[in-house]
């Protein structure tokens, strides 16, 4: 059964049993806003509490919900005060909820007036107090009446949630077995409620819980981002004109490539993992896209990720997979990558484009280095050959010239205040903001904010730069803020490469000054050679290079025991620290070649690597006179 166009339930369900915060009304939100007014007006003007963590203890009632905060926030030292404090709070807090408006969450108006029509009974149950719900649901929309059950936390011998106790009180009440009955909920603790009680249970992430970890979930049989309307719309013209939300940052990202490779605008909210379906709806929109061939063929690239696609459209639709000679593909597509923890989302989403269309969809993955590029490869390609199956190649341009665009060549970059101690560059582009502060009168902690979702674990790289910077006696201030999507490889590559621009400046500097190395290493005797596993070779000298180097096994033994597919600190991915060293080199301008003397563990290796690469990097800013005005090498100029 779908419910207004968009929620999925079995067939013979005969009630609906809903949470209240988070679901039907969008409370998050507005405890979001009053929770630090509370806290500064109650607990202490300099007391204050983050998103993620309102977000963690929302699903609780008030008064364990404050416990919780005030046990985050507040030191051991003055946890005394909160028999004092949680009654205040708890108090001021119902108060602003009473006076307050709340919004309904997206869609929930059409699912309530759907399930109505089909003749489905509705209750509601809450952590709240039932009069507390009663009285909410009958001032905000109006809500109260088209419900035929309100079940709160405050019933003798009814166990809060997680136990099931609420949502078989409920069934009983409606009098439905609780096997049919849909559960919808948004936080851990309430689904697991509703598998407790034998319900089918959907969760939606637009409340507590996000919408990985209930789809992670054993207690959810589907998950939505919202209750919003599903829309796909693809206009050949202009491609920065993007829109894309789905529940997964990575296929957004790969259908971002997709779209702009077919030369398309494109709008698109998806709500739920459905990938093949969400194949299908693009491929239906694809298929009205005027066609001037039947078949096409393409390579697609981009760094170190290639793929070769075919297409041919007078043949059943289907997708086949195949890697050339070097490639597993079944490692290839078993990797994580980003938010995914295979690369079976893409493979659906893929094939449902297949099926649409209708083409043979022909993919060849060429080169696996980083599973992140590898992909970008795939979508670039298959972008590349509709569009070429859509449009006659262009005319070759006539030669007349028409006046440039007063815009500068490097417009998505900015250096303040360069000098030979210091440089602050600024970074932006379509997908990322990027400052770097680097400072070379002497180590300084480390200071890093990376303002991205919560669907990535990037705060690990400011442990392994201040084991950089330290090496290097620098001071490394940095800001990151990703513009659209988030993604760990955008969070390493270009931190790397605005790091390498930085000491670039610097060094560019010093040795039009004074002279100076331009190059190092963490070699300075032989026992380093002897006693450290790793270590790393810098020469900053106008051309981007790195290259891993192991001695005692083969590069593909190296690639999966170290660059690949491994955790490293609190959560960093391997193959996107390589990627910091790839945007590091093309900052930098420089070669970078790292020696892998004996295995290591990749979470014993990599904080190793970054120390070397800073202990290289002191070394080439020492001054060399002999060297005034020159590069390392021996062509002498950075052009």
């Known amino acids: 059964m779908l419910l207004a166009e968009r929620l999925a339930i079995p067939d013979d369900t005969s009630a609906i049993l809903w949470d209240m915060d988070g679901v039907l009304l969008d409370t998050l939100s507005q405890d979001d806003a009053l929770c630090n007014q509370l806290l500064h007006a109650i607990v202490d003007s300099g007391a204050t509490v983050d998103r993620a963590t309102i977000r963690r203890f929302f699903p609780f009632d008030l008064p364990e919900f404050w416990r919780r905060i005030l046990e985050a926030i507040a030191p051991s030292s003055e946890r005394g005060r909160q028999d004092e404090l949680i009654p205040k709070l708890v108090g001021a807090h119902e108060a602003a909820r009473e006076s307050a408006s709340v919004a309904l969450n997206p869609g929930i108006e059409a699912v309530l007036r759907a399930a109505r029509e089909v003749g489905l009974k509705l209750a509601v149950v809450s952590n709240n107090p039932t009069a507390q719900v009663r009285e909410m649901l009958r001032r905000h929309h109006n809500l109260l009446p088209r419900f035929d059950e309100v079940i709160g936390n405050d019933l003798q011998r009814v166990a809060k949630k997680p136990a099931p106790d609420s949502y078989l009180f409920a069934a009983r009440a409606l009098d439905v077995p609780a096997r049919r009955c849909v559960v919808i909920e948004d936080s851990l603790l309430g689904v697991q409620a509703g598998r407790a009680a034998g319900c089918y249970v959907v969760g939606v992430a637009t409340g507590s819980a996000s919408f990985e970890d209930l789809e992670a979930s054993p207690s959810v049989d589907r998950t939505y981002l919202s209750f919003e309307t599903n829309r796909v719309a693809m206009t050949p013209g202009l491609v920065t004109k993007k829109s894309i939300l789905t529940p997964n940052d990575f296929v957004s990202h790969m259908i971002e490539h997709l779209a702009w490779r077919v030369g398309c605008s494109i709008d698109l909210r998806w709500n739920n993992a459905d990938w093949s379906a969400l194949g299908r709806a693009l491929g239906e929109v694809m298929r009205t896209f005027p066609r001037s061939r039947d078949s096409a063929a393409v390579l697609g690239m981009i760094d170190d990720g290639s793929a070769e696609v075919r297409l041919e459209a007078n043949a059943p639709g289907r997708l086949s997979l195949k890697g050339v000679d070097g490639v597993d593909l079944d490692w290839f597509l078993g990797l994580r990558c980003e938010q995914m923890s295979s690369g079976k989302p893409l493979v659906d989403l893929l094939g449902g484009i297949a099926d649409a269309v209708p083409v043979h969809l022909d993919v060849t993955v060429c080169s696996v280095e980083d599973p992140h590029h590898s992909w970008e490869g795939v979508f670039r390609s298959v972008g590349s050959a509709f569009h070429r199956m859509m449009v006659e190649r262009s005319d070759r341009p006539s030669g007349e010239d028409g006046p440039e665009p007063d815009e500068p060549v490097e417009s998505d970059w900015k250096v303040l205040r360069p000098s030979t101690m210091s440089a602050e560059v600024l970074r932006s582009t379509a997908e990322s903001e990027v ?131 491994h955790t490293v600190g609190r959560g960093l991915f391997s193959e996107d620290l390589d990627d910091f060293i790839d945007g590091f080199s093309g900052g930098a301008m420089g070669s970078v070649v790292v020696h892998i003397r004996k295995p290591v563990t990749p979470q014993e290796g990599w904080p190793m690597l970054f120390r070397a690469l800073g202990t290289a990097i002191a070394e080439a800013l020492e001054r060399n006179p002999s060297r005034k005005g020159v590069t390392p090498g021996v062509k002498a100029t950075l052009d």
């Not at 969070?491 to 000491?503: Q, S």
Request: charged share 25%; hydrophobic share 40%.
């Open 435 to 565: 400052r770097v502060f680097l400072d070379c009168s002497g180590f300084q902690p480390t200071r890093c904010r990376f303002d991205v979702s919560d669907s990535i674990h990037v705060e690990g790289l400011g442990d392994l730069l201040e084991g950089l910077s330290r090496a290097a006696g620098v001071r490394l201030d940095v800001d990151f803020k990703a513009t659209r999507l988030s993604s760990s490889h955008v969070v390493m590559e270009d931190t790397g490469m605005v790091i390498g621009r930085a000491l670039k400046e610097v060094l560019v500097r010093r040795m039009r000054r004074w002279g100076i190395n331009g190059a190092g290493s963490s070699v300075s005797s032989g026992e380093d050679l002897d006693q450290s596993p790793i270590q790393v070779g810098l020469s900053v000298e106008g051309r981007k290079f790195w290259k891993y180097v192991p001695f005692a096994m083969s590069y593909e033994e190296f690639r999966r025991s170290f660059l690949i597919g």
